[in-house]
């Protein structure tokens, strides 16, 4: 069977996230209908909820690829740069590499993959720098694409290819290690983030179970199901504003 090169631009959702999709949108569901109407007939008010979150889930595990392909991507970058200046072949210090990663990473994790696809295309007598290329092309991201960039100067102007590498290598691990300090700098606050997004539901809980006869008048009429719902999309606008400000790009 003929291996197909993944897109690392977009997310293809597996059957573990489409049950994680399913269970939230069963949850919320339940508190939509519940909390906001009163009946299990407003489920119909659940369907642009579910294109949105889908979206923005597909866009949440985009980002969580893409952060995990950079971190496994720098575990390659300074192997193959550790093999150069140990005197291997930039060819060779893939094969060192394809055996580095195998002790840090699982067997089907994604940068162990593209170096498998790396050596495959060695054997075959692709440059290295087309099959870095392609690999950057597909990732779509800078950091993949640079170092691509840098190895194919270095060999079309004859530079100092070990030492070019090394200070890439060294750039790219500079930016990561910011971009995880920064993770962890924020992490307090997107469970605060998370606790306010409850919030809202939580008070309508709240009131329901200690007074529900007071929230009797905004169920099962026009008025209130017209209250009931402009205060359900102003909420969920604000999980969408609340997640837009906690997306720091570096």
């Given at each position: 069977?003929r ?7 977009s997310y293809?959702?597996g ?5 994680e999709?399913g ?11 519940y909390l906001?109407y ?8 659940l369907?642009?909820?579910?294109i949105?979150d ?6 949440h595990?985009?980002?969580?690829q ?12 300074e192997?193959?740069a ?26 089907d994790?994604?940068?162990?993959k593209?170096?498998?696809r ?24 800078e ?6 960039n ?10 100092n ?20 300090e ?5 992490s ?8 306010m ?8 809980f ?10 009797d ?13 402009v ?17 720091i790009?570096?």
């Amino acid at each position: 069977m003929r291996d197909e090169k993944p897109d690392y631009h977009s997310y293809h959702f597996g059957w573990r996230d489409w049950l994680e999709f399913g269970v939230r949108m069963t949850v919320k569901g339940f508190l939509i209908c519940y909390l906001f109407y009163d009946s299990y007939k407003a489920a119909w008010a659940l369907l642009p909820f579910a294109i949105f979150d889908f979206r923005n889930l597909r866009r949440h595990k985009l980002a969580k690829q893409q952060r995990e392909l950079s971190v496994e991507f720098r575990s390659m970058a300074e192997s193959v740069a550790a093999s150069l200046n140990a005197g291997y072949s930039l060819e060779h210090a893939f094969e060192n590499a394809k055996n580095d990663l195998a002790l840090l990473y699982e067997e089907d994790a994604m940068i162990c993959k593209e170096v498998e696809r790396i050596i495959a295309g060695i054997h075959m007598n692709i440059p290295v720098e087309e099959l870095l290329k392609d690999f950057g092309n597909r990732s779509g991201m800078e950091d993949i694409q640079n170092f691509a960039n840098v190895v194919a100067a270095a060999k079309k102007s004859g530079g100092n290819l070990i030492q070019i590498i090394e200070k890439t290598v060294n750039c790219i691990t500079d930016k990561i290690a910011v971009e995880e300090e920064i993770a962890t700098m924020i992490s307090a606050k997107k469970l605060e983030e998370q606790i306010m997004k409850g919030m809202p539901y939580a008070i309508i809980f709240y009131l329901r179970v200690s007074n529900g006869d007071f929230m009797d008048v905004l169920y099962h009429n026009v008025f209130g199901i017209f209250c009931m719902t402009v205060f359900l999309v102003i909420t969920y606008l604000a999980e969408l504003w609340a997640d837009h400000i906690m997306e720091i790009q570096v």
